[in-house]
């Protein structure tokens, strides 16, 4: 059965403070890993990952994908209040981009 | 510009009556999807359009239907709704690099 598990479930930090979540997957078909944040609202995408090794940044935020290990990670550095969201990571499986979530890491960044 | 547009944004039903949710897309992308979401819970897919293909997933109950009359609209038919179909619905659309999502309808089940 495919699965994504991400880790840890809910996190607490304070304005500043770099953080690190972490997505693993088993799945057949891999086509490409995704990260997206959801506040009270529908998720927002952050990146696409397909290939290994290579770092994807956009600001603050970076990503890179290990196809080896079968996992990812999402860094966040000096981390501010509006950072503060869920973090959903999703493996796209199969012909159709089929998408299969994690249970999502609950961040919240205290000032 | 919205260019996935999901109408109502919040739905309140009775139990048991039937509802219809929609969603429109400017994207002309040829895959569309619908995932409830439930409270603290990642998305769950229910069904997906690859063009007129209808796929369902082998979970969805029978009483989640849907239509796509043409590539822009997609429709979710609850045919019964009870309370635990309380949920937040969101329709996606994809190309081949990234998934986008409307902004959701939020389904109240009274």
């Known amino acids: 059965e495919d699965k994504v598990v991400q880790s840890p479930l809910s996190l607490v930090v304070h304005e500043g403070d770099t953080v690190t979540l972490n997505c693993s997957y088993e799945v057949t078909n891999f086509r490409s890993l995704l990260w997206y944040k959801q506040e009270k609202k529908a998720p927002t995408f952050l990146f696409m990952l397909t290939s290994s090794g290579i770092e994807k940044k956009s600001g603050r935020l970076s990503s890179i994908l290990d196809k080896k290990e079968l996992f990812s990670i999402l860094n966040i550095t000096a981390t501010q209040t509006g950072d503060s969201a869920v973090y959903l990571c999703a493996v796209e499986a199969g012909a159709t981009n089929k998408l299969i979530f994690g249970t999502g890491t609950l961040l919240a960044v205290q000032p | 510009d919205a260019m996935v547009i999901q109408n109502p944004r919040y739905q309140v039903t009775q139990f048991g009556k039937p509802v219809t949710l929609s969603c429109s897309q400017t994207?002309?992308?040829?895959?569309m999807y619908w995932y409830q979401q439930k409270s603290s819970q990642a998305p769950k897919l229910l069904f997906h359009y690859y063009d007129k293909d209808f796929n369902n997933e082998a979970d969805t109950p029978d009483n989640f239907q849907s239509r796509r009359p043409n590539t822009s609209f997609c429709f979710l038919d609850i045919r019964s709704p009870g309370l635990g179909d309380a949920a937040m619905y969101l329709c996606a659309t994809s190309r081949t690099d990234t998934q986008y999502f409307g902004p959701g309808t939020r389904l109240t089940v009274l």
């Open positions: 994207l002309n992308h040829n895959v």
